[in-house]
């Protein structure tokens, strides 16, 4: 269940933004993972994390906030952004035990693997770039990138 659940929220999110793009244009496709498959350690100085919790797939935030995900996917990946998504309290994942969260939570964990933010409703793609932009580590990405393009 959780795997079609995983699956059918990657179909969705890729279809949406392939409607936005046009023809012939392949859209950019966010990276979602379940958390029951992965480690927060092995994102470790790699990629930011946001982490979506729900007590089931079809909460209405969870779905609200993945659709927030789909308006404007570039701008996660842009950041190395990845989506770890976790609706199943009954069998705790690693990161549901380590971030414990209560009913719907969006988590945003630094490439560092420290906590930055923590949101108990969804949020905007918007918003959470500019929660990234304003990390030291992001600060630094962008002045090391400024550096070498001059």
Known sequence: MKRLAILSLY???AGAAA???GPG???????IRSAAQVTLEEFLWKNRLIVVFADS???PKFQE???LFRERP???LE????????????SPSAIRQALRPRGFGLVFVDKDGLVKLRKPSPWHVREISRSIDKT???????RDARERGS
């Open 136 to 142: 030291e580590l992001r600060q630094k990405e962008l």
């Open 25 to 31: 244009v392949p859209p950019p496709a966010l990276d």
């Open 74 to 76: 570039g701008d996660l």
């Open 57 to 59: 797939p079809f909460d």
């Open 19 to 21: 409607a936005q793009d």
């Open 65 to 67: 906030q993945l659709e």
């Open 79 to 90: 950041r190395d952004v990845i989506i770890i998504t976790d609706t199943e309290p009954a």
């Open 11 to 13: 179909v969705l999110l």
